[in-house]
């Protein structure tokens, strides 16, 4: 079938990863995509990192053609294929648009149809926006870097500047995730670069949704910073009170374990969160026991979330670090499959590569590569019941389509068409008017709902009875702005019929619950569209369609899946004195929230197509699919080997001797060399030996930071900056001061409101900028049941029926009794150790 974009033409000029990637996806979903690359081809194509086998990917299914935009001609027919161009994306600097006469005044003149996407480092007119736009360096400068591990205070207490409050507890390092050394950590996921992706392509699909309506284009902007913002969403919240009931979490902190494990063959798991009781009780006898009651979702065994768990935790990690040793990690998965347990194995992104499941379920492809034969690389993003994309052929060579590009542009001249006109109304922001209901759980399926909220649209949040203790977690704050709750026990056929007639109004329906209980429930697609024909239905899932699709995943178990928490642990490549790589769980990473994105760029173009055709249909994702999109940088050969590429190892400063992080006297610095000029300005400006290149990678990397260790990391950086190396602090004060920067909220890129239960709270606002429809922020994280009376009186609920609903628990309300206390035993066959013995045991430590 015709993919959803079917017939919009795209101008690529983009370079590096979020870019590239974005007009990958439109061109997966139908439309015709032509890579514009200088005489010779993308620079970045020839630059070594992190991103060439990416390339391979990214350039799927487009042309590609050489146009010198400082040549007059070649200027003259890019002008006329942006005169009928849809979309267009590029990665210019901010003013070099401007220079070329490419910028969007002057392209949307011509064509007031056209819209126009900017990825550029750090947006306009600030204090950042001429800094390199490099992916390490905006780690570094945003301080992402020192957030893959946390801080030892946790994010609430680090941004707002307050003390650790257990400053006295000492973790072993083998219990906690990270190279064994102080300071940030260099990652291999590019995640600026990949939150700039997933904005960009939303805020492209807004924009084609309210050209719909409007006639109109508009210039969509967003940045490599945007998407560090994006990524740290969880972790850059601010509050007057982090000391609120329940607000507080050990997820966050570089002190708690996470749930990692080395099992009997050497290789690793990850259970997300920790279970003791299925853990300990399966791994008794001489093989694990897998028998279905070891089925204990609401243990009260689970660790809970408040800050004080740390020690729980600390108590029990080398306990089930010893039991998981026990067996290999195929039994393990095999009994959690058996138990509903959240528990994968971590494997390379090769491995993810060549699993036949992902094969069969589409989101990894198969596909004959000229240069690298048949290759496995990421496929689908997110599948749509009638309007399924089809991610294109292989990537053909630089400026292959050149000669028939032009011809097209000749054509376009040769026509001598008058510049379109556009027609339509006027809408405020781009889903004004759109009905969503978010029967969603945790992170992955609110934070989709939260970024169409920003987009204008009405989302109602139906919570449960018993929400409240989620969601008064400040990581749940993140993904829960501007919505209204409704709290409703479906259970009770007096809820039930409260939903359905929601449902009968309603636009779009988005959630992730398991789809084996939505059918239980009769509120699976089929059920709906029976009340609702035109209705838009969104399902995600934790993994790929197929086996896993039953099993309970999250965030960290799609990474240890795909790829992510090998690669950004440094586990393919043995470090500096033997250091091998363990997994981690980045505190910024793009799984839930990722799915999250896709969901709402899926939901986005399914309205785009039901405002041209009225119909309705079901589309779905997953946090797999999310995080295949993140692993994209690699691919494979259907055996699982794999090609060279830059790899990070155990001690993870980076990919090689200029393309990493160093200590200085005091902070620490990162470089991004690309090109030979920066090497000769760094061995000029360091007074470093003229033969420095001809060394190893090794030795190179000693050299360099022998000569930066001595000195001051104000001075390394004034020296290199000034020469025109590209290089960064790591900045540990960015968050702290992120808030009060009155650029940032100027752009509302940052939002501060009241709230009721932490006071004032800070938070990410907007990820891109749209210049005619604007994004909104339509009010603070909601607390739940706090709209169910308002919304049921607007329905026609009398004031008796709803107080009769609210005594029987039909309906809850804000202010319901909270969940009962959790047992101070364990059920796995030892007393739970309490607080006050934790406490006296480390002081004793």
């Known amino acids: 079938m015709p993919g959803v974009l079917n017939n919009l033409k795209v101008l690529d000029l983009t370079s590096g990863v979020a870019g590239p990637m974005a007009a990958m996806l439109l061109g997966d979903n139908g439309a015709d995509v032509i890579k ?144 064994p050394r102080p300071g940030p950590l260099f990652v291999a996921s590019q995640w600026p670069s990949l939150g700039a992706f997933f904005t960009a392509s939303l805020g492209i ?24 913002f994006a990524g740290a969403a969880g972790v850059w919240q601010r509050a007057e009170k982090p000391d609120a009931p329940g607000f507080d979490t050990w997820i966050l902190n570089c002190k708690s374990s996470k749930g990692h494990f080395q099992a009997k063959d050497g290789k690793w798991l990850h259970n997300w969160v920790p279970n003791p009781r299925f853990i300990l009780q399966a791994s008794q006898g001489d093989t694990l026991d897998a028998s279905p009651d070891l089925t204990v979702q609401n243990d009260p065994d689970r660790f809970g979330t408040g800050p004080e768990e740390i020690l729980v935790m600390s108590h029990y990690q080398p306990i089930l670090a010893e039991a998981v040793a026990k067996f290999p990690v195929k039994d393990w998965v095999d009994a959690a499959a058996t138990a509903e347990m959240t528990m994968q194995p971590v494997r390379s992104i090769e491995e993810s590569l060549a699993d036949p499941a992902f094969l069969a379920d589409g989101c990894v492809r198969e596909l004959d590569d000229p240069e690298l034969g048949t290759i496995r690389t990421v496929g689908n993003a997110f599948n749509m019941s009638l309007t399924q994309g089809t991610p294109g052929a292989a990537a053909v060579r630089p400026g292959a ?22 027609t339509g109304g006027k809408i405020g922001a781009p889903l004004e008017g759109i009905v969503v209901l978010d029967l969603g759980l945790a992170i992955a399926g609110p934070f989709g709902t939260q970024l169409l909220s920003d987009l204008g649209a009405s989302v109602i949040k139906v919570n449960g009875l018993f929400d409240l203790f989620w969601h008064r977690v400040h990581i749940a704050y993140m993904a829960n702005r501007g919505k209204q709750s409704i709290t409703l026990n479906l259970k009770d056929p007096r809820a039930m019929k409260v939903l359905l007639d929601l449902v009968a109004k309603a636009d779009v329906v988005q959630h992730n619950m398991r789809y084996d209980a939505a059918e239980r429930l009769k509120i699976d697609y089929e059920s709906l569209k029976r009340l609702n024909p035109k209705l838009i239905y969104c399902h995600t899932r934790g993994f790929e369609r197929g086996a896993r699709a039953a099993l309970p995943g999250n ?23 033997g250091v091998q790589g363990r997994p981690l769980w980045s505190f910024t990473s793009f799984g839930d929230t990722g799915n999250g994105f896709l969901s709402a760029i899926a939901i986005c173009n399914a309205i785009y197509h039901r405002d041209r055709t009225g119909q309705g249909q079901f589309v779905d994702t997953s946090i ?35 393309h990493r992080i160093y200590e200085a006297q005091d902070a620490w ?42 000195r001051a990391a104000t001075d390394v950086f004034a020296r290199l900056d000034a020469a025109g190396v590209p290089v960064e602090i790591v900045d540990a004060e960015f968050s702290r001061r992120l808030h009060d920067d009155p650029a940032f909220a100027r752009r509302r890129w940052t939002v501060s409101y009241p709230h009721p239960m932490v006071g004032r709270l800070d938070q990410i606002g907007l990820l891109f900028d749209l210049s005619a429809t604007p994004g909104v922020i339509q009010g603070r994280p909601l607390i739940v049941g706090e709209h169910t009376q308002k919304i049921l009186g607007e329905m026609g609920y009398a004031e008796e029926q709803i107080k009769a609903m609210e005594e029987q628990f039909a309906i809850g309300f804000a202010g319901m009794p909270r969940m009962p206390p959790r047992p101070a035993a364990t059920q796995s066959g030892a007393p739970k150790p309490g607080m006050a013995s934790l406490l006296e045991n480390q002081a004793k430590k």
Not at 205 to 228: F, H, I, N, P, Y
Not at 401 to 422: H, Y
Not at 695 to 708: H, K, L, T, V
């Open 624 to 658: 797999i699919n999310a995080a295949l999109l993140n692993t994209s940088y690699a691919v494979a050969r259907p055996d699982g080997s794999g090609y060279p590429r830059p790899r990070i190892d155990g001690l993870q400063v980076g990919f090689s001797a200029g």
């Open 36 to 179: 514009i690359e200088p005489p010779g081809g993308d620079p970045a194509r020839r630059t070594e990192g992190p991103h060439r086998l990416g390339y391979t990917v990214w350039q799927r299914g487009k042309r590609s053609a050489f146009l010198d935009l400082t040549n007059a001609d070649d200027k003259k027919l890019f002008l006329a294929l942006a005169s009928t161009a849809d979309i267009l994306v590029e990665s210019f600097r901010p003013g070099e648009t401007a220079a070329l006469g490419i910028d969007y005044a002057t392209l949307s003149a011509a064509n007031p149809r056209l819209i126009h996407c900017s990825i550029t480092g750090y947006g306009r007119d600030n204090a950042h926006s001429q800094r390199p736009a490099v992916d390490a360096l905006v780690q570094a400068r945003t301080g992402l870097m020192f957030e893959q591990r946390g801080w030892a205070e946790g994010a609430l207490n680090h941004i707002s500047g307050l003390p650790d409050p257990f400053p006295d507890l000492e973790i072993p390092q083998d219990q906690v995730q990270g190279a």
């Open 555 to 577: 965030d960290q178990t799609g990474a240890c899946l795909s790829g992510i928490q090998f690669e950004d642990g440094g586990m393919g490549q043995v470090g500096e004195g």
């Open 205 to 228: 699909a807004a924009a084609l949704r309210a050209r719909e309506l409007t006639g109109r284009g508009q210039w969509v902007e967003t940045s490599l910073l945007q998407g560090a």
């Open 401 to 422: 389509n050149t000669a028939e590009v032009k011809g097209e542009a000749a054509k376009i001249l040769a026509q001598a068409r008058a510049g379109t006109k556009a």
């Open 669 to 710: 610095l990162c470089l991004a060399l690309s090109e030979e000029p920066h090497w000769g300005a760094l061995i000029g400006s360091l007074g470093l030996p003229a033969d420095l290149r001809a060394r190893s990678d090794a030795a190179q990397a000693a050299a360099i930071g022998e000569s930066i260790r001595t």
